[in-house]
């Protein structure tokens, strides 16, 4: 029998201790929206002259200057009217609109007062807390998102078995990985639910421009599904096969598909040995794997953990194959778009997006990234 | 040729591929004045979300090269890239890192433009291209309509629902 696999016995050590103390802890990269301040805005609002008047007054309103959704129209006997901008900062130009839409201005005090405001609904809760202490909003917070700023969205098996597919992902790099300065490394991409790697490849830009490990991971997924668009697999092209270039050793095994194909004996991961990706307390845990009738789609639902940040090319390959999650280790400060050099993932307009954490065993990523092949494209 | 007659290929392209059930985008990779590979969307035949038009231009280039015993670093700085919608972020990165001539689109991509449209790919790239918009770009457009007015064969039944709901707005 063949010894084991460094990489696959590495990698169930980790997944099976217990007591194993992380040197790392993932990073969320989030959008300014979410890790920003509240933005405010000046806003005109009226004093009633009585608590009586103030359901007549929330109708009237309600008509002639329609309020946010995220802001409560009353604090007390204050109520508020619109902000300062849509009246040129003039309250007298108010006040003469109000009274040309019926509202009744004798039920409320001459002077207008002026409040901060949250000017768009404030996303966590510590943008809540700070839009309430100038005016009242309607807010429930996102379970989720407070889980993910907290840094408490992950259990310890979790870590342990994102840390295993992190170790899988160097060793592939460090056997395989030839990049260019602009993109580097290694690919994984994994099944949450099923707690198996799908997909693992190196860089392999010396043999193609386009062959960057998300490129590669993608396509070794298509193929798994019975696409694909490069000859990866023996079962393309006879002269793949002479080099043994990969393919899964029993077709329903569950085996990974790996490009290229020496990183297969880093694999061989026993099927008892499944990553435990997906939280046991599945109730907290929003499934968005793909459903069982209809079978997979693309990469939907499954999450993808890389050496290091990916370039634009593979931060959007990922995106469009609707990856929902992914893991990186170092950052890219040359081309990297999903934190050093932008966040893709927070850019308006796209339809899809997926959650990213950095910092996965960075320190040893780097340094792995050092020992790959470089050459000039 | 000048760029309406090439976007005139492209666009007879990207009928082909509207028929085959992909996204309707056609692709021209033009070098010393000739074509060398001609590409379209192959999503859903390959089940793989990344083969748009121009990455199928680029195989092709790439094996061209190889024929001809060419050096294919250098043709793709030589290459004008004419395609009937703007590239995709992924896709003008592509384009970028191969650091081509120039770039002639149809019309905008809203969902996913990389050169103005969502995010400016080139502003992460010390490479400039040439990139020129709205060519043909009415011709473009309502062959993606003519698209998204069906609903995607290959998806699953329950993307198609939200998929059918997403084009309404």
């Known amino acids: 029998m063949d010894p084991e696999p460094p990489a696959a016995k590495m990698t169930r050590d980790l997944v099976e201790s217990k007591k194993h103390e992380f040197t790392w802890k993932p ?15 000046k806003s005109f609002v009226a004093v009633l002259k009585d608590k009586k008047l103030i359901s007549r ?34 309250s007298h130009k108010l006040k003469t609109f109000l009274a040309e839409k019926d509202f009744d201005v004798d039920s409320i005090e001459d002077d207008l007062e002026i409040v901060n405001n949250a000017s768009v609904a404030p996303r966590t809760k510590s943008q809540a807390a700070q839009a309430l202490e100038h005016w009242p909003v309607n807010f429930h917070p996102d379970i989720d998102l407070e889980e993910l700023i907290g840094g408490s969205i992950f259990e310890q098996e979790q870590l342990a078995s994102i840390e295993a597919c992190m170790r899988l992902a160097m060793a592939a790099a460090k056997e395989a990985a030839v990049g260019s300065a602009e993109c580097n490394g290694s690919a994984l991409i994994v099944d ?27 396509d070794l997924v298509a193929k798994s599904q019975g696409g694909g668009a490069w000859s990866l697999t023996t079962s393309d092209r006879s002269r793949d096969a002479r080099e043994g270039t990969c393919k899964r050793k029993h077709p329903d095994d569950g085996q990974a598909l790996c490009y290229p194909h020496s990183l297969a004996k880093l694999l061989d991961i026993p099927r008892s040995c499944s990553l435990n990706l ?46 929902s ?53 | 040729m000048d760029a309406n007659a090439w976007m005139d290929k492209a666009l007879h392209e990207a009928q082909i591929s509207l028929k085959r059930g992909e996204v309707p985008v056609g692709c021209l990779f033009i070098y010393k004045n000739e ?74 991509n809203d969902r996913f433009g ?56």
Not at chain 1, 353 to 376: G, K, M
Request: aromatic share 6%.
């Open chain 1, 27 to 41: 990073q969320p990269i989030l959008s300014k929206e979410i890790t920003g301040d509240v933005i405010l805005e």
């Open chain 1, 57 to 90: 007054a929330i109708q009237s309103l309600a008509k002639c200057l329609p309020i946010p959704q995220h802001l409560k129209r009353c604090s007390g006997l204050r109520i508020y009217l619109a902000p300062i901008n849509k009246f040129q900062g003039d």
């Open chain 1, 192 to 218: 949450p639910e099923s707690g198996s790697v799908l997909a693992i490849a190196a860089s392999s830009m010396d043999k193609h421009p386009m062959w960057h490990a998300s490129m590669l991971a993608v």
């Open chain 1, 278 to 323: 997906a939280k046991t307390n599945r109730k907290k845990e929003k499934r968005s794997s793909p459903s069982d009738k209809t079978g997979p789609y693309l990469c939907t639902g499954y999450w993808a953990v890389l050496l290091r940040e990916p370039c634009p090319l593979c931060s959007m390959a990922l995106l469009h194959s609707r990856v």
């Open chain 1, 325 to 377: 999650r992914i893991f990186y280790g170092a950052a890219n400060s040359v081309t990297g778009i999903l934190g050093s050099k932008a966040a893709l993932h927070s850019v308006p307009g796209l339809n899809h997006r997926y959650q990213v954490w950095s910092s996965v065993l960075e320190d040893e990523c780097a340094r792995s990234l050092e020992q790959c092949r470089t050459i000039h494209c």
């Open chain 2, 35 to 108: 074509i060398i590979a001609t590409g379209s969307n192959t999503v859903n035949e390959t089940k793989n979300a990344t083969r748009h038009a121009e990455l199928n231009c680029i195989d092709d280039v790439l094996v061209y090269c190889q024929e001809n015993n060419l050096n294919s670093k250098e043709v793709f700085t030589k290459i004008d890239v004419v395609v009937t919608v703007e590239p995709c972020i992924m896709c003008a990165a592509a384009l970028h890192q191969l650091r081509i001539n120039s770039i002639i689109y149809g019309c905008a």
């Open chain 2, 114 to 169: 990389g050169c103005k449209s969502v995010f400016e790919v080139s502003k992460v790239y010390d490479s400039k291209i040439n990139v020129v918009g709205n060519v043909k770009g009415v011709e473009a457009m309502q062959l993606l309509k003519d698209f998204y007015k069906g609903t995607n064969p290959n998806a699953p039944e329950t993307k198609k629902g939200r998929k059918k709901k997403l084009d309404n707005n």
